[in-house]
């Protein structure tokens, strides 16, 4: 959203890519203004809020107003009330003020006589003008304001009876509001711009475009028809004595745009505004101010069939003589907006959410046995949808697009849920020690009841249906509270399955020798595993808590020069708008000459990528040169960071203002890189300075969040240098092809060319500096040594080979081995050689053979592993390669495929976030430690091989295989010899010793990549080809002629027929069904034809896990069932 260019040509500079807008400044993409207001009405949570806008670039303009109609059409009988309304007003006055009036009448479309009994919908209001071309906002403030004061009228004038009626539907005065338009009706209005000051003649006018039919439609969307109006001049056609002098130029179309509310006859309009100006006050998407938080009850069960009822309730206690009704009770709302479930199965199934209501529509408890089971007469719809299983120990999130409708608790307010799924009893919950009804989950905030199971679907609700109880439901709910209610709670701890161990009594600073540093400052780093750079940063920070900071550490990587002056400036409030003026940017926060770090990483002798304790320690602004930046909670702070070289690092990011980096104290957003130094030098240098964004900042911010800090300083950080290269190492990988040649070739001819033809191929990757080949072998010495090729069996493959008559098919295996440095691991080159199989067999070009691979293939997965129970920091260098070795070792002997060819090569820590809970307790006047309990999820990167058929999805089998032997990982957590590449005894350093003593292993998750996007080869339209079209028309037909021959080939050479030749030994971990935990013999014995009416036994209620195979980045395959693996690899791009 965020454009600035630059004129001027530069080579050090950010190399990821601009984005394109405007100079300067920062522009909305939109053509009208973005103000809080829109973005409330752009990001309501209400379904009923819709918007209509046409278009600002009109020409017509209008001195006296202009007309439009709108229809409204909404099939559900609901009548529409506009909102806030977008104009587009041309003139200018200083400041630029213009005042807006509003006026409706009704319209009847069907006749051609015209009234003009407008009637005023709107008093003068002042809004802010933009120039024409953008919106000019009348807010929905105004239309509420404007309904106070004339309310406030109405109720005055009532008599004492008519005050205290209680009215619960939209009365006859109120279906007379000017601005609300009843269903199958329609209204027009008229807006007229105005001076403020109206003894100066009228600078403003309204601006049109010109439309085509008097009275045409123009737009329309579900709810609303727009249709064509007119300009008027001369005269007004309201409130004018010369409005007979009027005239109206037909048809013109209405630019702008109308933003309006859908609501039911029981709303009344006193009760809308209620929620209009509640809906205004400071908030997020909801639209209810305050924060989003989760309570979750676990994923520990004992038993699961196919639905659950319990009741979830408000903690928040009413108001003291309030009414729950009004909206000053409405502030202690909480808004459920999401739930996760438990699937343990990894298999698709439809769900549906309930809530229970009484016979007056308002939310209920679950327990009354009255209409219980009646689920269509009693319960409200909520969700409704399809999710997949993510298996034993993790949360199935129902997708937001599967949420019909956020569920609304009042303080106090209890509401019943039913959670069920619709096509077997794959939903997971557990037995209870409590009574039902019992609260046993709670954050403060949301309390989860104790509840009842049903063995069946749906229920039958004639008093037959069998329910078992206590269980308790397995999930978490999603919610939104007010900002009084949650902003000092916190989540409750989910249950595990053996007590949970007490919070430390002391707090160990892992940071206390590091200069900078005391013992009661803390840090928050970002990322360093930075992907481009620039010379500047540019980011905001907020506090939860007052703190100070006193410190940035700055990810550079010295590649230009051996120092570099460090500029920091700040600024209250966010740097987005303010990149280029100076004069908002009045704290200058450091400006010091940092120096490379003695022993820094050589990139000439020890290759490009710079370990990350190195990129922690490459830049650390020292405490005494940075001037300490006092802040208060809540508040909003930016950062401009920026060296002297374009050395400085940081990532490319997702959106200006998302959270990349959170703790308990502070919170860091995505910002933009600046391609310019120094700062705000564009006219000094003569350039438009340029900007890129989104960008993840890679860096560590160092705060003090007491009042004090020990006067006694910090000894310096200890710098430690890299280790000296060892040896070189020896890699073989082998490649495997059927070639598909003339039978009169020896096998002796056939391994010669295959050798030859697949040593050029490695040799030209080698030279190919696109290719990851080349840059192993320049940075760490590769020379592929040796190429030997071997025939091998049809059963080594897997399956057949069918040649075309007359020629043969040969299976050869290709062995190749490789020498390098030690720089890099033996297997990080396997998989870098196993992924460059596709770009072989495509760059395999020998005379008289076809090619296929069937050997094994580099597969890849992105996984999340989350740890409890740790230090409220992230892993520093040495606790990360700990983490990698342990959980490499873990899978490997743990991983099932179903012919024992999958292995682990490599585990990459690729992130970290924390979330930590902080208590504090009083050691020392003045000081406060803290009481550290944290999570840690960590993204990592898992490389393997693996040899199809059959296919497996790469990502599931690593997130099986953690979740299926948590307590083992952590075994081998606390229990793995410490790494011998950190020197000393790392038993006497704390930080290191205590991070995984405490573990708990929470589980993984696959983290799924976004589907690349599809790119399109223009056409070439160039009239002169004459031949265009017949050569369309030859490859269409050589096309289809080759799709037939596939599709042929597909059908004789069909997979499961190798199955069942060339089936694998080992154990069939896929192939099996699994069985499901359903409540037992009491089901059966209560209720005989429950299964039977569904078709199916409970005792042979089966569910099969499904695999698929990952191919890694470069491969396209799908999801497919492992009964049927395809004999045909695919395509992928060149390179990684």
Avoid at 674 to 696: C, L, M, N, S
Avoid at 764 to 784: I, Y
């Amino acid at each position: 959203i965020l454009s600035v260019t630059s004129a001027s040509n530069r080579v050090q500079e950010d190399d990821g890519e601009t984005i394109e807008g405007s100079t300067g400044t920062a522009d909305a993409v939109a053509p009208h203004a973005t103000t809080e207001q829109e973005r409330q009405l752009q990001e309501s949570h209400s379904p009923n809020h819709f918007e209509l806008h046409t278009t600002y670039d009109g020409t017509v303009k209008s001195t006296h107003g202009v007309e439009f109609t709108i229809e409204n059409k909404n099939v559900d009988n609901q009548y529409a009330i506009v909102s806030a309304l977008g104009l587009n007003v041309a003139g200018s006055a200083s400041p630029p003020l213009c005042r807006i009036k509003v006026y409706t009448k009704s319209v009847d479309l069907t006749s051609t006589q015209t009234t003009n009994d407008y009637r005023l919908a709107l008093d003068t209001t002042d809004v802010m003008c933009s120039s024409d071309g953008a919106e000019t906002l009348i807010p929905t403030e105004a239309f509420l304001q404007y309904y106070r004061s004339k309310d406030s009228e109405r109720r005055l004038q009532a008599d004492e009876s008519e005050s205290n009626e209680v009215v619960t539907a939209l009365s006859d005065d109120e279906k007379d509001y000017p601005l609300l338009i009843p269903p199958n009706q329609a209204v027009s209005f008229y807006a007229v711009v105005l001076p403020v000051d109206d003894s100066q003649p009228n600078p403003f006018s309204l601006i049109s475009s010109g439309g085509s039919v008097d009275s045409a439609l123009y737009k329309a969307d579900a709810n609303i028809n727009l249709y064509q109006g007119g300009a008027v001049s001369n005269a007004y056609l309201v409130d004018d004595p010369n409005m007979a002098a009027a005239e109206v130029y037909t048809p013109t179309v209405f630019n702008g745009a109308v933003y309006y509310d859908l609501l039911d006859k029981s709303t009344t309009l006193h009760d809308y505004f209620d929620y209009v100006e509640y809906s205004l006050l400071p908030g997020d998407i909801h639209g209810m101010p305050g924060c989003d938080a989760s309570v979750s009850t676990g994923y520990i069960d004992t038993i699961g069939s196919f639905g659950i009822m319990f009741d979830v309730a408000s903690a928040v206690p009413p108001i003291d003589g309030g009414d729950v009704d009004d909206i000053t009770s409405k502030y202690q709302d909480l808004e459920i907006f999401g739930l996760d479930v438990y699937i343990r199965n990894l298999v698709n199934t439809s769900i549906e959410v309930y809530a229970r209501t009484d016979s007056e529509g308002d939310y209920m408890s679950y327990s009354p046995i009255e209409g219980q089971t009646k689920i269509v007469d009693n319960w409200e719809l909520v969700a409704k949808g399809v999710i997949e299983g993510r298996g034993p120990g993790v949360g199935t999130p129902i997708p937001q697009e599967s949420w019909l409708k956020n569920v609304v608790l009042k303080p106090g307010h209890v509401v019943g849920f039913y959670v069920t799924v619709l096509d077997g009893p794959d939903l997971r919950y557990r037995n209870s020690t409590i009574p039902e009804g019992s609260i046993y989950a709670t954050d403060g905030i949301l309390n989860v009841g104790v509840g009842r199971s049903w063995g069946e679907y749906p229920l039958r609700g004639d008093g037959s249906d069998v329910s078992f109880h206590p269980r308790e439901f397995s999930g978490t709910f999603h919610y939104h509270a007010h900002e009084g209610v949650c902003k000092s709670q916190s989540p409750s701890v989910a249950p595990t399955a053996s007590t949970l161990s007490p919070a430390p009594t002391t707090n160990t600073n892992a940071y206390k020798d590091e200069e900078g540093m005391c013992p009661s400052e803390n840090e928050l780093a970002t990322t360093f595993q930075d992907g481009t750079g620039s010379y500047c940063i540019l980011f905001d920070v907020s506090p939860k808590v007052d703190l100070t900071v006193t410190g940035i550490d700055l990810n550079v990587d010295w590649n230009s020069a051996d120092e570099a002056l460090v500029t920091v400036y700040a600024k209250n409030g966010s740097w987005f708008g303010f990149q280029n003026d100076r004069e908002a940017w009045p704290y200058i926060a450091a400006n010091t000459t940092l120096y490379k770090p003695n022993g820094f990483h050589d990139r000439k002798t020890q290759g490009p990528v710079i370990p990350l304790e190195e990129k922690m320690t490459s830049a650390i602004i020292p405490k005494k040169e940075f001037k300490p930046m006092p802040m208060k909670e809540g508040e909003t702070w930016a950062f401009y960071a920026c060296t002297s070289t374009a050395d400085l690092r940081y990532s490319i990011g997702s959106s200006i203002g998302k959270t990349c980096a959170s703790n308990s104290e502070l919170r860091v957003y995505e910002g933009a890189g600046g391609a310019d130094h120094p700062q705000f030098g564009q006219e000094e240098k003569g350039i438009d300075y340029t900007f890129y964004a989104p960008r993840v900042p890679s860096l560590k911010m160092r705060y003090d969040f007491v009042a004090e800090c020990p006067s006694e300083p910090p000894s310096s950080f200890d710098y430690t240098p890299s280790p000296t290269p060892q040896p070189t190492l020896t890699t073989a990988a082998t490649y495997t092809f059927y070639a598909e040649h003339s039978a009169d070739k020896s096998m002796a001819d056939v391994t010669y060319d295959m050798e030859y033809g697949v040593r050029g191929v490695l040799d030209s990757f080698v030279k190919d500096e696109a290719n990851p080949l080349h840059e192993h072998g320049v940075n760490d010495g590769l020379v592929v040594t040796s190429v030997r090729a071997v025939i091998v069996s049809a059963m080594d493959v897997g399956y057949l080979c069918i040649p075309e008559s007359p020629k043969t098919c040969t299976a050869v295996s290709i062995q190749v081995e490789v020498v390098h440095h030690d720089t890099v691991s033996t297997d990080e080159i396997l998989y870098d050689l196993l992924n460059q199989s596709d770009n072989v067999q495509r760059e395999l070009n020998v005379e008289g053979y076809e090619v296929e691979y069937v050997g094994s293939r580099a597969v890849e997965t992105d996984s999340e592993v989350m740890l409890s129970g740790v230090p409220d920091r992230e892993m520093g260098g040495s606790e990360q390669e700990y983490f990698a070795r342990v959980a490499k070792d873990f899978l490997n002997s743990q991983v099932v495929s179903d012919n024992d060819s999958l292995q682990i090569l490599a585990v990459t820590v690729n992130g970290q976030e924390i979330t930590a809970d902080s208590a504090a307790e009083n050691v020392a006047p003045g000081v406060r430690r803290r009481l550290q309990r944290a999570k840690n999820r960590i993204n990592v990167s898992v490389k393997g091989q693996y040899k199809p058929p059959p296919k497996i999805n790469f990502g599931e089998v690593v997130e099986e295989s953690i979740n299926r032997d948590r307590e083992l990982l952590k075994k081998e957590l606390t229990s793995k010899p410490l790494p011998a590449s950190v020197d000393g005894d790392l038993s006497e350093v704390p930080e290191f010793a205590d991070y995984f003593a405490d573990a708990e292993v929470v589980g993984a998750r696959e983290l799924k990549k976004p589907a690349p996007a599809r790119v399109f080869a223009p056409m070439n339209n160039d009239p002169a080809s004459d031949d265009g079209l017949k050569n369309i028309l030859n490859y269409a037909a050589f096309g289809i002629s080759g799709l037939i021959f596939l599709l042929t080939s597909v059908f004789f050479l069909r997979p499961r027929r190798f199955k069942a030749m060339f089936r694998s030994k080992s154990s069939d971990y896929h192939m099996n069904t699994q069985e499901v935990d359903v409540e037992e013999d009491q089901m059966a014995a209560l209720k005989a034809k429950s299964r039977r009416e569904l078709g199916y036994d409970d005792d042979e209620y089966i569910y099969t896990s499904h695999s698929s195979m990952n191919y890694g980045p470069q491969s396209g395959m799908g999801r497919s069932s492992i009964r049927n693996p395809s004999m045909t690899p695919s395509r992928g791009p060149a390179y990684r």
